[in-house]
Each structure stands twice: as structure tokens, then as C-alpha cells.
């Protein structure tokens, strides 16, 4: 055998060596995760006095009780690589330095999550990963970092396949178990070939401040709530513990009508999308509290079985979303996507609403379920039909429980 045949059998047994231990870190996302990211408010206007504040009220004010986990520091926290190549915080922003910053939030019983890009340049012109994956991934291990969001921006000519397979592999190799929130906007359908790449991806480009609307910027569109929504159609079967789709950030609390925050996040939850907010949680209204910390609902959305609701039937203007749940429960949302009030009248043992993914059944023709309202507490059954009525862009979200 010729000494370059050799060579390259010895390559490629090093690789299948190599490879067979570069998974990613399993038990990360068993349900949706569920933090905070500083892009959505404060783009680039960040530093670690406002990261500090934020894991000091995530504490106070319950979101750390009700379930958030992460505080995420989105695009420009970089300053530049040093003489090796190894990135660094902007020394003017996070004086102190990432290490101590990633010890501060882990001292409040939070984790910490960082950004980057497989590009040569984050989205917002920094120093992306490109050629230093493995070198990225160690550093972020050192300084503590539990997660890590990795974006597309400056990526002509690269395949997304390759480029997010070897910072999954560098995220193993550095040996930190740190959760891996692919931002790829969905372009290449991750959510076909990911599931053991990363525990979510974006499915969409990036989230606007409306319920209703596209944005249009010179080369792509930004999508309100709406818009996002209809895009997951056809997605729910990629989606399940470990590995999600991602709805982007949500833009509850920074200006929506209260029904449409309230609908937005019960979407984001029926849907079992990651839950990271995007407002500002130093100030937040006690209305946008409520609505964040509501048990119910987050309930919903971190079902163990992770399935994914569905769209089962349209009425008009109104649509009506299931969500088989653990223990033989259900979740019904029922969406008023019209910008008038709208009456609901919904005759429960008209419909067997049969999902064909799971193999479930909600079938109020043969099973009373009670129900209870997530919003208000208010309680009935599928024997009576459900009156009642919905705001403009409001939203209904039951759980029901088969009656013993
Ligand atoms: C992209 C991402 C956003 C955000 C910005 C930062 O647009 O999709 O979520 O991270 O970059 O520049």
C-alpha cells in the first residue's frame, strides 16, 4: 500500500475515533430553556453593571422562581483577540473580565450564556468564531459560560452543516457542558439535519415589535408574532426534549397591548419554543410580571413530553391550538388573530381532535376533561360548551384534565 493511502486510512480512523465522542452534551434542554438575552432592549448598549443588575432582579422579582435560568449576553460584549488569537471582553464594557462576571451571576444561583457567530464577524461587526471554534469554546469554558448562542452573520461559502458541526465538536472537546442555541434563522432547514448538533434552532429571522406586520430592512424581513407563528408549520415533528424550535426572543413587555403580550407568550409556550426574554426585567410592570411568571402557562410550555402543539382547526379569524400534555392532559389555546373582539362558542364533543404525531386523542365525546383557565383560574368542563370572548389579538388558554 502506498504510504499515502496510509495516511489517509489513519486520517480517517482518527476522524471516526474523533467523532464518535464529539456529541453534544446530552440532558441540556430537557425541556425548553427558559433565561434572558440583553439584544432585544439593549442591543449593543450593554456592559456588566446592566448583566449584574439584571441576575440581582431576576432574583428579586421571581423570574429566577418561576423558571428562568440563563442571563444571556447577546452581540457586542468582544473586544479584540490578543497576540494568540484568544478573544477577549471589551475592556471598557466588562472591565472586570467575563470569568468574574459568569461567578457573580452563578453566585445568585443563575447560569450564563455568551454569543458568538461562525462567521468572521458577529452580526454587529465583532470578532466571530471563524477559525477559532476550538480555541472560542475553550475560552468560554474557562471563564464558566453555560450557554451559547451562535449566529450566521458573515458566513458566505460556508456550509451551516459543517460550520455549526465543528462548534458543537469544539463545545465537547473543551469539555464544559454548555447549551448550544443555533441562530442560523432557519435558512437551511437546521431543524432537518440538527438534532444532534444543537438543543435549539432559530426558525425564522429575528422577531419585530408587533403583533401583526412584516418589517422589511434592505436584504430580509423582520416578523411579528403572527408572522412567526405561521412559519412553524410543518415544524412540530423536528422538535422534542433536547433539541428545539427556537421562535427567537420575546418581545413581551416592550410595547404590546397586555392581550397580545398575553398571547405571544402563550403561543411561545404552546409551541414548546425556548422562553428567553427580551424586555427590560429591572422595570417591569406588574402586569408584564403576571404575565412572565405565570405558573400555568410556563407549565405548558416545560411539559415533559415536549410535544409541540398543533393548529387543529380555523375558524375565521380565530384559530385553535392543542398541546398534548404529560399524564393524559391537554392544552387548548384559542387565538384571536382579528384586531376586533371576537365571541367564542365552542361545542367541545362536536370535535375529536386527533393528533396523528403522537398518537393522542382528545376525544370529549367519550372523556369529560375539566377545564381551567391559565389566565384567569376560572374553571369548567367539555360537557358544556365554552362561551366566551376574546379581546382583539387575544387568546384563551386552557388545560384540561380528564375527569376520574
Ligand atoms: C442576529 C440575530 C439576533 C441578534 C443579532 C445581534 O440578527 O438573529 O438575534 O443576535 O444578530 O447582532
Redesign the pocket.
Known amino acids: 500500500m502506498k504510504r499515502s493511502m496510509l495516511n489517509m486510512l489513519a486520517l480517517s480512523a482518527c476522524t471516526v475515533a474523533f467523532n464518535a465522542h464529539a456529541q453534544k452534551f446530552d440532558g441540556l434542554a430537557a425541556t425548553p430553556q427558559m433565561g434572558w438575552n440583553s439584544?432585544n432592549t439593549f442591543a449593543c448598549d450593554i456592559n456588566e453593571k446592566l448583566i449584574r443588575d439584571t441576575a440581582d432582579a431576576m432574583v428579586k422579582n421571581g423570574l429566577k422562581d418561576a423558571g428562568y435560568e440563563y442571563v444571556n449576553i447577546?452581540?457586542c460584549w468582544h473586544g479584540k483577540r490578543d497576540e494568540k488569537g484568544v478573544i477577549q471582553a471589551d475592556p471598557e464594557r466588562f472591565p472586570s473580565g467575563m470569568k468574574a462576571l459568569a461567578d457573580y451571576v452563578h453566585g445568585k444561583g443563575l447560569k450564563i450564556g455568551i454569543?458568538s457567530d461562525a462567521g468572521a464577524t458577529?452580526?454587529?461587526g465583532h470578532p466571530g468564531s471563524r477559525g477559532h471554534e476550538y480555541q472560542d469554546a475553550q475560552t468560554y469554558a474557562a471563564w464558566g459560560i453555560d450557554y451559547i448562542?451562535y449566529?450566521w452573520?458573515d458566513t458566505k461559502g460556508l456550509n451551516p452543516v459543517g460550520a455549526y458541526t465543528t462548534m458543537r465538536d469544539a463545545i465537547r472537546a473543551a469539555g464544559r457542558p454548555m447549551l448550544f442555541s443555533m441562530?442560523e434563522?432557519g435558512d437551511s432547514k437546521p431543524w432537518e439535519w440538527a438534532k444532534d448538533v444543537g438543543h435549539s434552532w432559530r426558525t425564522t429571522g429575528?422577531i419585530y415589535l408587533c403583533f401583526d406586520c412584516e418589517f422589511s430592512e434592505a436584504s430580509y424581513s423582520r416578523w411579528g408574532v403572527l408572522q412567526i407563528l405561521d412559519k412553524q408549520a410543518g415544524l412540530r415533528v423536528h422538535s422534542g426534549p433536547g433539541h428545539w424550535n427556537d421562535m427567537d426572543m420575546l418581545e413581551v413587555g416592550r410595547g404590546l397591548t397586555e392581550d397580545e403580550d398575553r398571547s405571544h407568550f402563550a403561543a411561545w409556550a404552546m409551541l414548546a419554543s425556548p422562553l428567553i426574554l427580551g424586555n427590560d426585567v429591572r422595570k417591569m410592570s406588574d402586569a408584564t410580571k403576571r404575565i412572565l411568571t405565570n405558573k400555568e402557562v410556563i407549565a405548558i410550555n416545560q411539559d415533559k413530553l415536549g410535544i409541540q402543539a398543533w393548529r387543529f382547526m380555523q375558524a375565521g379569524r380565530l384559530e385553535y391550538w392543542a398541546k398534548p400534555l404529560d399524564k393524559g392532559e391537554w392544552a387548548v389555546m384559542i387565538l384571536n388573530r382579528s384586531e376586533q373582539a371576537m365571541p367564542v362558542s365552542y361545542q367541545w364533543t362536536n370535535h375529536r381532535v386527533n393528533d396523528d404525531m403522537s398518537k393522542r386523542v382528545l376525544d370529549t365525546t367519550k372523556t369529560v376533561y375539566t377545564w381551567t383557565d391559565a389566565w384567569t383560574g376560572k374553571t369548567g368542563d367539555t360537557s358544556k360548551k365554552l362561551e366566551s370572548k376574546l379581546a382583539p389579538h387575544g387568546a384563551i388558554v386552557l388545560r384540561l384534565k380528564a375527569r376520574s
Open positions: 439584544w447577546d452581540d454569543y458577529t452580526c454587529g448562542k449566529d452573520c441562530c434563522w429575528d
